[in-house]
């Protein structure tokens, strides 16, 4: 009986002395914080500026009648697609003969008339060489020299020379224009308007049909002077349309040399193939990168931590948080530039690091 006593009591030291010991081990881990932390390598930096754009027609053609006339038919309207040489409309040809037969008369009465004046003038030019002779030996006065002189010039000649040229032009378009009745597309693309109805009068203050090239268009944004020393031609800038489900990137094309004087922006342009989904007028979103550091060293920004006197971010050195003062650089939101301080290889905690100090015991439970 004493035996078995004695064995249950060594039995029950065992048991305790196992679990005090666990005990002390479960102590032991809670003594550790947890943490993440990332190694540090270079990285390309940069801001990412979010400009709103607005999409325009690469090509805008306002498409008129070589002279002004009456609209006898129309075979487009808006939204069409339409091919370079297709009929758009067709003028009135009894109305542009009418125009024709009027700037032939015009025509002819000016030749008729610069015909007159030239003998007149001829005629004029006899008289002075005359009139000159007389003057010179004082049989006529200064002002009668100078009247005939006056009568000889060859000013109202060239005036009635001008009017024949002008004549000539007037009556070679009405011609032209009877023979181009029907006025073809000069580009291939999409009818954006039509201003005019059958019977109406076509003139050049009111073109009858506009035309956009649809195979590509400009988005146009601003920019202050804070950045535009940043941002040249050849970028590379992303572009989202969302009501045209498009998101792509695309080449900065051009980057005005002065600023608007009624918005004080720099107007960028970039121009994109259009597959016929994006349409002049719609909104655009573009992301556009500025302050590009290459290859720099950074960390995430919620791991510095700053007081009044400095910034420092705490490593990972085995089992243990070390301190570590740094100097920092751009801050992009995300990342921010480590200048000095820390090299590449380091262990940084990024998350964790509001509970611990210098020497904290820690343990990385994920991270590089």
Known sequence: MKKILTLLLVTAFILTGCGASQEANTDEEEAYTAVEAETLKPMDLYTENLMTAKVFADKDVFVIPLMAGKVEKINVKVGDKVKKDDVLFVMDKNDIEKQVNQAYTAYEAAKAGFEVNETQIQSAKDNFERVKKLYEEGAVTETQYEQAKLAASDESLEAARMGVEQARVAYSNAVSMLENAEVKAPISGVVSSVNIVEGEYATSSNPPVTIVDSDSITVEFGISASIVNQVKMGDVAEVEISSADFKKEAVINSVSSS??????????SIVLENDGTIKPGMFAKVYL?????????????????????????????GDKAVEKEVSTGLDTGAYIEIKSGLSEGDKVIVKGQDYISDGSKIKVVRGE
């Open 259 to 268: 600023a608007d004087i009624m918005t004080n922006l720099y107007t960028v």
């Open 289 to 317: 990168k500025t302050d590009k550091t290459d290859n720099a060293l950074a960390v995430r920004t919620e791991a510095v931590k700053e007081t009044e006197d400095k910034k420092f971010v705490f490593t990972a050195e």
